[in-house]
């Protein structure tokens, strides 16, 4: 039973095309992420929500809008797709919300491989 | 503001050699954690230790050991006796009290050899 799901694992699409990726962890944690690695595999924050509350808005384009039904989800939205969007998307959550000394220590989903054409 | 250097882009090993792996941080202030997780050839990151700035005692996880020197603002990972399945990028990390987002280093790509 997989922790932290996301879906797709792959997603091949055209610039200009709107996307989304799900994410929904079993864990009862009340903090989820959003991460993007990059083709160097270089990973940065992109969103924090806890208990559906956006926490952290890592100064990432308004075409990604992240939304939060309840705690155990976390989606991304991606609106006109541009060829740097490209990248692996990986999903986290933890039990302790960003400024907690247990912050940060994240259950990683399987990341979802976006390549926009 | 804070910064993770891992200088060694990538490592080769053959089996049951030790490697150590190194990172060092930048941070002003003085509450902070520094962190190591494992991205295996399947993709998915998991978490292995997490140190706050006021334990610089060193850990020991069976083959896996931590070298926490607040003097040189390093925290080296060091695997002994190496095995192919500790064939992974590592990736060192930083939050602190000010900061609550994790900063990663780059990542070193270790490949242990049979």
């Known amino acids: 039973d997989t922790a932290v799901s996301q879906t797709p694992k792959y997603l091949v699409t055209q610039m200009g095309n709107d996307k989304s990726i799900k994410c929904e962890q079993n864990l009862g944690h009340d903090t989820m992420y959003w991460y993007k690695q990059d083709s160097k595999k270089f990973l940065k924050i992109m969103f924090s929500y806890n208990n559906k509350e956006l926490i952290i808005n890592e100064t990432v384009p308004n075409r990604f809008s992240p939304k939060s039904p309840d705690k155990a989800h976390l989606n991304l939205h991606i609106n006109s797709l541009e060829l740097g969007d490209s990248a692996v998307y990986f999903c986290?959550?933890?039990?302790?919300?960003?400024?907690?000394?247990?912050?940060?220590?994240?259950?990683f989903g399987a990341g979802s491989r976006l390549t926009v054409l | 503001a804070q910064k993770v250097t891992q200088a060694q882009t990538e490592i080769s090993v053959v089996e049951k050699e030790d490697v150590t792996l190194d990172c060092v941080y930048e941070t002003r202030d003085t509450t902070y954690y520094l962190f190591w997780y494992k991205q295996p050839p399947s993709g998915e990151l998991v978490f292995l230790i997490r140190r706050n700035s006021f334990d610089e005692q060193n850990e020991i996880s069976g083959r896996y050991s931590w070298n926490f020197q607040k003097s040189t603002s390093s925290f080296n990972f060091t695997i002994t006796a190496s095995q192919v399945v500790d064939s992974a990028v590592y990736f060192c990390a930083l939050s602190s009290q000010n900061t609550d987002k994790l900063i990663f280093g780059t990542g070193t790509r270790l490949q242990v050899f049979p």
């Open positions: 986290a959550s933890s039990q302790d919300p960003p400024g907690s000394s247990g912050a940060n220590v994240l259950t």
